[in-house]
């Protein structure tokens, strides 16, 4: 057995074999079987696919979260400068999202995603983003190390890397400079295109071609469902589009394919973006991708006609529900977004029902 290997069992050993030490099956969902709970894989990043997995969470528990690894902002740019790691933020917000409702999850949930108030350097470094890296650089293993993580959170759920490498985000920005507004530049950096001004016109990655987790490829692969989105736009969700390997699994897969748009533009990225222009830009960057439905809020679409028409060129059906927080801020709420989904997996689903 290899020294990684060993430290491996020696850290499974001392995680409680009590409530965080048990699989989804052993909290109480029942074992998957056909026709018994959809399996489903979520990719995102961010906030956005925290509210997917706040809801999906509810419906399954055969849960798959594939993030997004190219954020260099904040305290997981800081770690990613520092110690050349993959940014671990987006990754730790899913594994909150994950965790459950109960006492056990949220104490979990509170103390991964604090933050460290100092005058040094571990001012605004999140205790889950410092837990994510030590057991990556004890373990040596990306997934092994977030697997632990997660079972000692009891999360509901798995989370992966879409890419075991760190990635950067490039974008082709018209009128970035104002002073200059029919030009287009190369704007360098997840955390500057969130918030860039002028138009996105298209996003790459570099490096061009990154290796996908194999993980993560194999769970699209074997997924009934697969939710892309909610989320920004071209920071979050288009990237999962433009790693070859994972492009290829969403692509070939027999799962069924839901994307999950947004509630509003997003300030700098999608500035004045309709319903129907984000499914325009995705298909700019994935042209040989199809879905099965696409979900919006039924007030924030005040076009239906062109948002079908839209997703009618994905091969996609519209499904209009309320699953906005009813305090009218542009955030989704989890009940009712997990209402959507649910409705959504039966009858567009080709198993079920699943409960």
């Known amino acids: 057995m290899t020294g990684r290997s060993s430290r491996l069992s020696r850290l499974r050993r001392t995680v409680p074999e009590g409530r965080a030490g048990r699989s ?19 990719l995102g990043g961010g906030m956005g696919l925290s509210a997917s997995l706040t809801a999906l969470r509810r419906i399954t528990g055969d849960l798959t979260a594939v993030v997004t690894v190219a954020d260099d902002g904040g305290s997981s740019g800081r770690l990613r400068d520092e110690l050349g790691v993959l940014p671990p933020g987006d990754l730790r917000k899913a594994l909150a999202a994950l965790c459950g409702d109960d006492d056990w999850g949220q104490t979990w949930a509170r103390v991964i995603q604090h933050r460290f108030q100092s005058k040094g350097d571990l001012h605004e470094h999140a205790v889950g983003n410092l837990l994510i890296v030590a057991l990556w650089e004890q373990l040596g293993d990306h997934v092994q ?35 200059r507004p029919d030009d287009v530049d190369t704007v360098r950096g997840q955390a500057t295109v969130a918030l860039t001004p002028g138009e996105v016109q298209s996003v790459h990655l570099v490096p061009h071609d990154p290796p996908a987790v194999p993980e993560a490829v194999e769970a699209v692969r074997d997924a009934d469902w697969v939710v892309l989105g909610p989320g920004s736009w071209f920071s979050s969700v288009i990237p999962h589009l433009l790693v070859p390997e994972l492009l290829d699994a969403l692509i070939q897969t027999k799962a069924r394919r839901v994307l999950s748009l947004n509630l509003a533009p997003q300030p700098g990225e999608t500035d004045g973006f309709s319903p129907q222009r984000h499914l325009e830009v995705l298909g700019r960057h994935a042209p040989k991708l199809a879905l099965d439905v696409v979900l919006a809020d039924q007030a924030a679409v005040p076009d239906r006609d062109s948002l ?7 091969g996609a059906a519209v499904e209009l529900a309320p699953v906005a927080r009813p305090d009218g801020t542009p955030r989704h709420d ?12 039966r009858m567009h689903g080709r198993i079920g029902p699943w409960r």
């Open 24 to 42: 989804v099956e052993a909290r109480g969902a029942r074992p998957r079987r056909r026709g018994a709970q959809p399996k489903v894989v979520a």
């Open 308 to 314: 079908t028409d839209a997703a009618k060129r994905f």
């Open 334 to 345: 989890p009940e009712l977004l997990a209402a959507a989904y649910d409705r959504i997996f």
């Open 145 to 179: 190390a977030l697997d632990l993580v997660g079972r000692l959170l009891g999360a509901h759920g798995r989370v992966l890397p879409m890419s075991a490498v760190p990635l950067e985000l490039q974008a082709l920005v018209k009128g970035h400079d104002p002073k």
